[in-house]
């Protein structure tokens, strides 16, 4: 058995994970990996079975539930845990392809809009924006495939 600390959405939970034959047991969950491809894995939890895209980046592992796309952290405990990425960023949340961007430069946009849609792990993702703002530079093309950290989208604040 090993102590992780796992964040998920900045939350960090401190987690027993111990291999079981087939299966992984994390806390009381016991997710049984039926197979693992390339970058998708096939796992059954409490009977039902879920098809499951996955990427990994050093200690974080970004993975797609429930048509929702997740980025957890996982570290041993007392190992100091990376950055991670922010609901209220614009950058890439994992290493994806930029399908549309929405906005131009001068385009003046309200906090929640869609700035540019990407597709990771076979899924669109849409970057909305923090703020209001105007958008005073794009740095991706569409057909580019864009790495977490760089600001894809830049905002200035709205002179009122």
Known sequence: MSEKVITIGGEQHELNVERAGDAVRAGEL????????????????????????FAF?????????DGEIYTADVAEKGARVRARHRDHSMSAPMPGVVLKILVAPGDVVSKGAPLVVLEAMKMEHQIHAPQDGKVTAINCREGELVQPGLDLVELAPVDG
């Not at 197979?35 to 499951?52: C, D, F, H, N, P």
């Open 30 to 53: 016991l997710v049984e990996i039926v197979s693992v491809r390339a970058e998708e894995a096939e796992l059954r939890i409490a009977g039902k079975t879920y098809m499951v895209p």
């Open 57 to 65: 980046e050093g200690t974080r592992i970004h993975f797609a539930f």
